[in-house]
């Protein structure tokens, strides 16, 4: 499928907006974030420098600045192309669960660039590098509650993959910017554990289809 031009954001149905509508399209949503996760924002000094045509966040709740966090201290800084990617997964699908669930949910890795990917050790594909992922933690909520959460909220995912507590407890989340979302479910669980559940290090990381609890059953 043809990528889009520069400047301009894919929706759904096919149809593409310059920056500029994009921008007026959201400053007609709700914008103030929740106290405390503007005082957080904040404290953290997430105010960054944007691209003309972008809002000053990409969401209710997130910032630009959460996008490019990392650990392994390489640069990071966001490509102009990638803005729109970020900004079409925040109000498609990270602000929708956060509203549902009412409580803080920290971006813990959102755009990568290819030496960070390949410094952590990420996918060689990873949605990361495209804009088009995030790995989320809801507090103390267990991952694969946040993950249930996801899928009752019915957000457009590509992909949904909860990880086991030994492997970060994180929910990793992607959106396509162009093109069909998979809808693929994944538990990323630790493969070498005893009969008494406890992991042997180093952990021996695997994937396995996953799907939700019924409603009204909690996981």
Do not use: C
């Not at 909220?153 to 959106?175: C, K, N, R, T």
């Not at 630790?190 to 290090?201: Q, Y």
């Amino acid at each position: 499928m043809a990528r889009a031009r520069p400047g301009v954001l894919l929706i759904g149905g096919g149809a593409l907006l310059g920056l500029g509508a994009v921008a007026l399209a959201i400053a007609a949503a709700p914008s103030t974030p929740a106290s405390s996760d503007r005082l957080l924002s904040t404290l953290r000094g997430d105010r960054m420098s944007v691209p003309e045509g972008m809002p000053e966040r990409p969401g209710v709740w997130f910032t630009w600045r959460e996008f490019t966090r990392t650990g392994s201290g390489l640069p990071n800084e966001l490509p102009t192309w990638a803005y729109p990617r970020i900004l079409k997964l925040v109000r498609f699908v990270l602000d929708p669960v956060r509203a549902r669930i009412g409580r803080p949910m920290g971006v813990g890795s959102g755009y990568r660039s290819p030496a960070v990917n390949k410094a952590i050790g990420g996918a060689d594909k990873s949605q990361h590098m495209a804009g088009e992922a995030a790995d989320v933690k809801a507090g103390d909520m267990p991952a694969e509650r946040l993950a249930t959460e996801f899928v009752r909220a019915a957000v457009p995912f590509d992909q949904l993959i909860w990880y086991d507590p030994e492997l970060g407890g994180h929910v990793h989340v992607s959106h396509n910017f162009e093109g069909a979302q998979r809808g693929q479910m994944l538990h990323a669980y630790v493969a070498n554990r005893g009969p008494d559940g406890k992991a042997t290090k180093p952990y021996v990381k695997k994937f396995r289809a996953w799907a939700p609890p019924p409603e009204g059953v909690q996981s």
